[in-house]
């Protein structure tokens, strides 16, 4: 079982502006995000449908902006990390980054 | 060739001496709407050659012509699939439940942020871009790379679906 402060520190990771975790009702567990609840109602929708399509395949969600703010959304068991990306990374550095972050709080 | 009705959206067939300096003249065998509307060019290779070129129209047939892009379909949020593209294993169930998840997907997320115009989703090595057309419309494209992503995604603000009427 992860622990909700290990994937908090997903924060700490160059490159990540903001970051919120829900559940997949759409219930926020933590944030740092604006308007949370508009994203956390984003996630629970996108991963419910998302997950209907590609079950357990699905890597992440991503949605590039005019701002490089890019928003990216990570299934992380019944959860849905939303992450809101630096402009000054680079997508594919970033995405590396938390998928390792993700893994080793699974298989520390 | 493939046309389809500006009304209904209905996929009609006419030979291709029937179409004559790209004007398409016919009467939908679905709903007997009288079509007449001009034909886009659609010259697929010069496209896939050059991408960046200035084509001011490109049609999904030229987009999922390039390199590692798998398919692309074009779903109505009333009509279902108009333009498929996809992969023969597929079922046209498989692609309804397909286009109207994603539909509700991208125009959920762009009513909560109005600056998201695009989505990918990573699944299984697959990487699938959905962009909405217009209040109804979605076009979803799969490509093997980010990379194909990448290079067909300037060519989605010029797409015109040159045998179809998208709007309404």
């Known amino acids: 079982m992860v622990d909700f402060n290990d994937i908090e520190q997903v924060g700490q990771i160059d490159g990540v502006k903001a970051y919120i975790l829900v559940n997949e009702k759409g219930k926020i567990i933590f944030q740092n995000i604006e308007a949370p609840e508009k994203m956390a109602h984003m996630i629970s929708v996108c991963l419910k449908n998302a997950f209907a399509i590609a079950k357990n395949r699905l890597k992440y969600i991503y949605f590039p902006l005019p701002t490089k703010n890019d928003i990216y959304i990570f299934p992380v068991g019944r959860f849905g990390l939303g992450v809101v990306k630096h402009q000054k990374i680079s997508n594919m550095v970033f995405v590396q980054k938390i998928i390792q972050f993700l893994n080793k709080l699974v298989h520390p | ?38 034909l886009e060019s659609t010259n697929k290779t010069n496209a896939a050659k050059n991408p960046a070129s200035d084509e001011k129209s490109v049609s999904i047939s030229q987009i999922i012509s ?70 109804n419309c979605i076009i979803v494209v ?27």
């Open chain 2, 66 to 135: 390039f390199k590692d892009i798998i398919g692309g379909l074009v779903y109505h949020r009333n009509k279902g699939i108009l333009v498929n593209h996809m992969p023969k294993t597929l079922t046209r169930e498989d692609l309804d439940f397909l286009g109207s998840n994603l539909f509700e997907n991208i125009d959920i997320c762009q009513k909560l942020n109005i600056d998201i115009e695009q989505m990918i989703l990573y699944i299984s090595h697959r990487h699938t871009a959905v962009r909405q057309i217009n209040a």
């Open chain 2, 142 to 168: 799969i490509a093997a790379t980010q990379q194909a992503l990448h290079q067909i995604s300037g060519l989605f603000n010029h797409l015109v679906c040159d045998s179809f009427q998208l709007n309404g």
């Open chain 2, 1 to 38: 060739m493939i046309v389809f009705c500006e009304d209904c959206g209905g996929k009609n067939s006419l030979p291709s001496y029937e179409i004559q300096d790209n004007l398409v003249i016919f009467r939908c065998m679905f709903c007997a709407y009288p079509n007449k509307y001009t």
